[in-house]
């Protein structure tokens, strides 16, 4: 016997209550919530445990193997491949390309794997569209397009495919529950139900997910909890670069990023990513920084623009660096330097925008910032890396050495750095021009 239940869930943070509100009392959001009708089940069946617990040297210990998603950049993100039995979920704007490169890399996969692509969204003729678009020329890869969860799950039991695809989880729905698709009860189950599937089956899972106007993906935090891998698709609908960034990752580095060239015949890595950020030229108010992503070090220009104010409070905007980062080192130049900045309006960019959150890049913000006051280009070929305290001194910064040989690689003949050991010193002394600084005064001396 089962009777049904009604429940309130904020489709917001999926928080339930027993009644209707406007306002959700656990996020705060208005008109987020929607009733929704479960199945309350009388009956439960009794369940026996087979499985016993045992101590930690009786497991066996086997190292991961993984495969190839056919792109490397990919593959980076993933931490060197797809692992088997793996839940990867990945997010993205409407437009910027998920079922691209979800098409491309399945297209490649298929040639050594078994791979099924589960459109929801799609049907079978406009996949094809795409697929001819993109040139592909796999003949293995199987295409199925459905929205029950029952009849995809038999359909994955009956392949037994290597690697499963899933566009989208918003579009999947679960007949015996009464909610409409991509409600937050609904993508949960779903969610739940798809992640059990691969584990018992060892089988890879790839979802693709809506994200909010927000930018955070769409659906219960339990989703992003649910999975191994979260990876978010980043773009801007001007700039034909895309970027792959790890926000979750239980087999590599967090925060790692992929970098591809969108084109006509679908998406293309992108094998030397500093040279689309970076511009040789030695001009005013542009200064070159080393930031790491995850493991990689990119070399990114930083253009400043300082001109007299026409305000009673100067303006100050930022593109690709925190605002509150700004006034920071707004603040610690003019302590430490004795330029008064508040008569002047400032603006910072990265080259194509690219978001830096490695604080190593300060002190390319600051010579930046007083290289386009004096009109002075600052030291020609250079990189310039370190943190800037709030006492003015230059901080040491994480991965120096993998900075440097990036900065090598790229020849560039000066570098600017906080106190090095006397080892990565000596690496380096033929290569590259060090120049090693303890304050942001010393900094300003050698390079402008």
Excluded at 23 to 46: A, D, P, T
Excluded at 99 to 109: D, E
Excluded at 309 to 333: C, D, E, K, M, W
Aim: proline content about 3%; overall charge neutral; hydrophobic content about 35%.
């Amino acid at each position: 016997m089962s009777s049904k239940l009604s429940i309130f869930i904020c489709q917001n943070c999926g928080s339930e209550t027993s009644q209707y509100f406007g306002r959700c009392l656990n996020c705060n959001s208005w008109n987020s919530i929607v009733e929704e009708i479960k199945n309350k089940r009388s009956n439960y069946q009794e369940i026996t445990n087979s499985k016993k617990s045992i101590p930690f040297n009786e497991i066996s210990s086997k190292k991961i193997s993984r495969f190839t998603s056919g792109f490397r950049e990919f593959d980076r993100v993933l931490g060197g491949g797809i692992v088997p039995g793996s839940v990867v979920l990945l997010g993205g704007e409407p437009g910027i390309g998920k079922s691209t490169i979800v098409l491309q890399s399945a297209g490649k996969i298929s040639l050594n794997e078994k791979v099924l692509y589960i459109t929801a969204e799609e049907s079978l003729e406009q996949v094809k569209i795409r697929w001819e678009r993109l040139n592909q020329s796999s003949i293995n890869l199987k295409i199925f397009a459905e929205t029950n969860l029952s009849l995809i799950i038999e359909e994955i039991k009956r392949l037994k495919p290597s690697f499963a695809i899933i566009d989208s989880i918003q579009a999947i729905h679960n007949h015996e529950m009464q909610s409409s698709p991509g409600s937050v009860s609904q993508v949960r189950a779903c969610s739940s139900e798809l992640q059990n599937l691969a584990k018992e089956n060892n089988i890879a899972l790839l979802i693709i997910g809506h994200v909010t106007k927000d930018g955070a993906l769409a659906g219960p935090k339990t989703l992003e909890h649910l999975v191994d891998t979260v990876i978010n698709f980043e773009g801007d609908n001007i700039s034909s670069h895309r970027l792959l960034r790890s926000i979750k990752n239980r087999f590599g580095s967090t925060f790692e990023i992929g970098i591809f060239e969108m084109l006509e015949e679908g998406l293309r890595e992108i094998k030397n990513p500093s040279s689309i950020f970076t511009n040789k030229e030695n001009i005013s108010g542009v200064t070159t920084t080393i930031t790491n992503e995850g493991t990689r070090p990119l070399a990114v220009d930083i253009q400043a623009l300082v001109n007299k104010t026409f305000y009673s409070n100067p303006r100050r905007t930022t593109t690709g660096i925190s605002i509150n980062r700004l006034h920071q080192i707004l603040a610690v130049i003019e302590k430490h330097v004795g330029i008064r900045l508040s008569e002047f309006d400032c603006y910072i960019a990265t080259g194509g925008g690219f978001e830096i959150n490695d604080p190593s890049s300060d002190l390319g913000v600051a010579i930046s910032i007083l290289s386009s006051l004096k009109n002075i280009p600052p030291l020609a070929n250079c990189s310039f890396i370190g943190e800037l305290g709030l006492s003015g001194q230059v901080r040491k910064s994480n991965n120096l050495r993998t900075k440097i040989e990036e900065a090598v690689r790229l020849g560039i003949k000066n570098i600017v750095v906080p106190k090095l050991e006397e080892e990565i010193n000596n690496n380096f002394q033929n290569l590259i021009n060090i120049k090693e600084i303890s304050n942001i005064k010393e900094a300003v001396e050698y390079s402008l």
